[in-house]
């Protein structure tokens, strides 16, 4: 079985650049999470969906922050414009329910330089 | 932000030995999990420990769970070079799905 897959694996641009992330979670996972890590640090809930629904948005910054799951299956996080602050990884991850007890499986991430 | 912190941040053992990571956190939750982060990759679970149980083994792994006192502990027996990684615990309130993350602990077993 695939795991989670994102692309680009790395990315680096200069600050005020647009920048987008795309995630294909696990087959039949109808719940998707980003996530962001800094360096040294655990990761931190940016959005979650179910199915094509972002059921929490509450920690994803709106005024640069972005994104979509359409058809439920895929997704991509936009950020528009980048800032130097946002360099870290940004991890995806998908369970196959909703609850905590749910494991959830992650992608390797996308490591975002910003210049 | 984070509300669990994992203790200590970095732990150096000779292959072999045991390695022992702990965690804390300040709320009541529904369920523990310990994940598994090397270097360059996504993180992995290992193991789910509930509010109401209080030890869980798997392979080489234990996990206990104090809730009186908010900490769970990670124990890796007879460890090996490549439990070399980062592991992190991560934590659920009642009702809720959210997974809190510490900052984890840095894992290097020396052959």
């Known amino acids: 079985e695939a795991g989670v897959v994102q692309s680009p694996r790395y990315k680096i641009i200069e600050k005020k650049q647009p920048v987008a992330f795309w995630c294909n979670p696990i087959?039949?996972?109808?719940?998707l999470y980003w996530y962001l890590q800094n360096l040294g640090q655990g990761p931190e809930l940016l959005i979650r969906?179910?199915?094509?629904?972002?059921?929490?948005d509450s920690q994803l910054p709106k005024d640069r922050f972005s994104a979509e799951r359409l058809k439920g299956v895929d997704s991509t996080l936009k950020i528009q414009p980048a800032e130097l602050g946002d360099s870290a990884v940004y991890l995806c991850a998908s369970s196959s329910g909703a609850t905590s007890t749910d494991t959830q499986y992650f992608g390797p991430g996308t490591r975002l330089t910003v210049l | 932000s984070q509300q669990g912190e994992e203790d200590p941040q970095a732990l150096s053992i000779q292959e072999g030995e045991n390695a022992t990571m702990n965690c804390s956190y300040k709320?009541?939750?529904?369920?523990l999990q310990w994940y598994r982060q090397n270097s360059g990759r996504g993180l992995v679970h290992l193991i789910l420990i509930r509010s109401n149980e209080r030890e869980k083994h798997s392979g080489r792994l234990r996990v206990t769970l104090d809730t009186s006192k908010k900490s769970s502990s990670l124990l890796i027996t007879a460890s090996r070079a490549a439990d070399t990684a980062s592991y992190f615990c991560?934590?659920?309130?009642?009702?809720?799905?959210?997974?809190?993350f510490g900052k984890g602990t840095k894992l290097s077993v020396i052959p």
């Open positions: 087959s039949g996972h109808n719940t």
């Open positions: 709320t009541s939750i529904n369920n």
């Open positions: 991560g934590h659920s309130g009642a009702g809720s799905y959210q997974l809190t």
């Open positions: 969906y179910e199915n094509e629904e972002a059921v929490d």
